[in-house]
């Protein structure tokens, strides 16, 4: 049984930095893409950031590019998002999930997910 559990969250000024971890377990992960999503109150699961575990291929949203990034520790099978500059905008529930979908950024494509883990930026 395929296992995802984050950790990471909390609050921070705007500015400033937060690295959130996913913990993978239950088989290996080779062939899957892992990825970051994130949901504010009152809005749809939005796509984040992704890395295929095979080749550490990865691929953003836009508004992330340049201040977000996803990397991964094949002996930990963990999945790091290392959040920098971050925004009031940015604050939301991070999910991790992970999928056979190739650079897909709909959510409804990937078929495991973990609980979240809250980030909070103040002003």
């Known amino acids: 049984q395929v296992q995802l559990v984050e950790s990471g969250g909390g609050l921070v000024q705007a500015g400033g930095s937060l690295r959130l971890s996913c913990a993978a377990s239950?088989?290996?992960?080779?062939?899957?893409?892992m990825a970051w999503f994130r949901q504010a109150p009152g809005r749809e699961r939005e796509f984040v950031a992704g890395?295929?575990?095979?080749?550490?291929?990865?691929y953003y949203a836009d508004s992330v590019k340049g201040r977000f990034t996803i990397s991964r520790d094949n002996a930990k099978n963990t999945v790091y998002l290392q959040m920098n500059s971050l925004k009031p905008e940015d604050a939301a529930v991070y999910y991790c999930?992970?999928?056979?979908?190739?650079?897909?950024?709909?959510?409804?494509?990937?078929?495991?997910w973990g609980q979240g883990t809250q980030v909070t930026v103040s002003s």
């Open positions: 999930a992970a999928g056979v979908v190739g650079a897909a950024m709909y959510p409804g494509r990937y078929a495991y």
């Open positions: 890395i295929i575990w095979s080749g550490g291929h990865t």
């Open positions: 239950g088989r290996t992960f080779t062939g899957y893409s």
